[in-house]
């Protein structure tokens, strides 16, 4: 498989468990103490980093330090926008259209020879 998908897969993967992380507790501990959401949110996140670290030491290998993070936000809003659509409910916007935009923007500058 090559580097980049496997970078990208793993990178996906990733992300599902970080914006879990960062913003499943916001629907489903809302009625506990900060500090639950917190430990619960930590436990989640050493999945994100169990899958991101070999991600990155894969992809840097073979693109840079820039490209790697442009593919990470990448990632990011495409992990996103589904989350907060079909998990958290929240309207589709626009905005993300032209958010994507943009960082199709970043993807040809940051990866163009």
Known sequence: MPVVLQTTLLLILSNLFMTLAWYGHLRNLSHK???????????????????????????????????????????????FVPFAFLYMGQPLKLDYLWAGLCLLGAVYFIFRA
Not at 33 to 59: C, D, K, M, T
């Open 33 to 79: 103490a900060w500090y639950v959401a917190v430990v619960i949110s930590w436990g989640i996140a050493f999945f994100e980093y169990v899958l991101q670290v070999p991600a990155n030491r894969i992809g840097y290998g073979v693109m840079s330090l820039a490209q790697l993070k442009i593919l990470q936000e990448v990632v990011t809003l495409s992990v």
